[in-house]
């Protein structure tokens, strides 16, 4: 059963910990078990005669994403709040145009439109924000950043506390297994509301959720859970070190340091082992976006994976002067500049050539410039027919994710499916008759060890072809979007 001694104890101590004096609580509330569980437990230990200075609100945002079913879970909440007897606050947003406003993928637009909303709410109320993620997250979480390849950060999975924007963010529930908070709902008689999109696998981390966790857990019993926790939590205290000795080593290769800038020495990769320079790696490119996103909940970068790595330490060793290395989380950019390399953030000139990135298939819909990229999944074979230049289709198991839409560059090289060999763009549109005008609409898919998959709308590349061999059929659709 769930301790809710245990949670009072860590609301207290990490508040203590960041400085904090004032008992308020802002919790994020979307009417699913494990956000009504945390309201539930909070209105409980506010109950006790002891706790009268805890001041609990509850927030939910109505993303407009589920037609009728949104409404209802606002109306949920609503109703949940009244017989908690605590404060709610409430908005509803137009998620998808937030989408196409902002040119971001589904996923970001809603977490920055929650996030937005959150911490204006925790402003107001002069509190700390409190999620719900759980036991179960915290390994969903992990096993996906080990599928991508990630460092010691990626491997401590989700923080129990971490400050944004100078507002504390506690998850107080990371120790608290899945079935703990069914088994107190069932104690409150607690109601809640179910997304019915939680059960599409499609998405990656509900595949993650719904089949590959349950499997290793029926294979390896109630271990995979402990073990899996176990493991985050030395990561977490192998981060804490790492951090210390990069501090120390970090003057080996920083030359100068600035808000969007960090200049390092090339050279300095020379004095230092392979596995010193990744940890590194990881650790100063975390430090710039940290930085460079003060007033974001980090909504656009996720850890370097280790093709990530392996590119930035081969541009290191072999770039020449004035190269660029993109295809990196949170639109960062590594810029060689003879003996130094330039860490920035890519340059936001036009919108329709900003540089969109892509970590999983769950990223889409995705807006680059005017244009609407989505996904489907398929598992059924189809008769792959090349008639409509915005529908393409490949392997998906052979895309090297992350993936890029970007602008075309003076040199770019592909491979068109049919070619031996590869050509440059510009002979490609030169010996097709493209227009001056079609050229500068045109764009480019690139996978992480930027090979050239799409020039889009025009042609696909040899790579990632669907075939006989082919399981899962990536279908991607381009649409124009008008402004």
Not at 363 to 383: A, C, H, Q, R, W
Not at 450 to 466: M, Q, T
Request: hydrophobic share 40%.
């Amino acid at each position: 059963m769930l301790k809710k001694e245990f949670i009072q104890n860590f609301l207290e101590t990490s508040l203590s910990k960041a400085n904090k004096t004032s008992l308020n609580f802002v919790v994020a509330l979307s009417g699913g078990p494990d956000s009504v569980a945390l309201a539930y437990l909070l209105s409980e230990i506010r109950a006790n005669k002891n706790n009268n200075d805890w001041n609990i609100c509850l927030a939910h945002l109505n993303h407009s994403l589920r037609d009728s079913e949104s409404d209802y879970d606002e109306l949920f909440c609503y109703e949940l709040a009244e017989k908690l007897s605590l404060e709610i606050f409430s908005k509803k947003i137009d998620v998808y145009a937030y989408m196409k406003k902002h040119k971001i993928s589904m996923e970001s637009a809603a977490r920055e439109c929650r996030y937005s909303f959150l911490f204006d709410i925790c402003r107001k109320k002069n509190a700390s924000l409190l999620l719900a993620h759980h036991q179960y997250d915290l390994i969903e979480t992990l096993i996906m950043n080990i599928d991508r390849g990630c460092g010691i950060l990626g491997m401590s999975s989700i923080p129990e506390i971490n400050i944004v924007d100078d507002i504390v963010v506690l998850r107080p529930l990371l120790q608290v297994s899945k079935d703990d908070l069914f088994d107190y709902l069932k104690y409150c008689d607690g109601k809640y509301v179910v997304d019915k999109s939680n059960n599409n696998n499609l998405i990656t981390r509900n595949r993650y959720r719904n089949i590959i966790i349950p499997e290793l857990v029926k294979i390896r019993d109630f271990n995979f859970i402990d073990c899996s926790v176990r493991m985050t939590n030395c990561a977490k205290s192998l981060w804490i070190i790492t951090v210390k000795l990069m501090a120390k080593v970090r003057s080996k290769y920083i030359i100068s340091e600035k808000d969007d800038t960090i200049v390092l020495s090339r050279n300095s990769f020379n004095d230092f082992n392979k596995s010193i320079n990744r940890e590194f790696l990881r650790y100063i490119v975390n430090v710039f976006f940290s930085k460079i996103a003060k007033k974001k909940f980090l909504a656009n970068y996720s850890e370097l994976t280790s093709v990530h790595v392996d590119n930035i330490l081969k541009f290191i060793k072999d770039a020449k002067s004035g190269k660029t290395l993109s295809c990196l989380p949170g639109n960062i950019v590594f810029r060689c500049e003879y003996d130094v390399v330039v860490i920035e953030q890519r340059k936001m000139i036009d919108c329709c050539y900003a540089m969109v990135s892509v970590n999983s298939v769950h990223d889409f819909p995705v807006m680059y410039g005017n244009y609407l990229l989505s996904v489907e999944v398929l598992t059924n074979k189809i008769e792959v027919i090349d008639c409509d230049l915005t529908l393409e289709f490949f392997d998906k198991t052979k895309l090297n994710f992350p993936l890029s839409f970007d602008k075309i560059k003076d040199g770019d090289r592909f491979s068109p499916i049919g070619m031996n060999g590869s050509m440059l763009i510009s002979d490609f549109f030169t010996n097709n008759k493209v227009s001056q005008k079609e050229r500068k609409q045109a764009f480019k898919l690139v996978d992480a060890n930027e090979n050239i998959l799409w020039l889009v709308p025009h042609r696909i590349s040899s790579k990632a072809l669907v075939d006989e061999k082919t399981m899962e059929i990536l279908k991607l659709q381009v649409t124009v979007v008008n402004s």
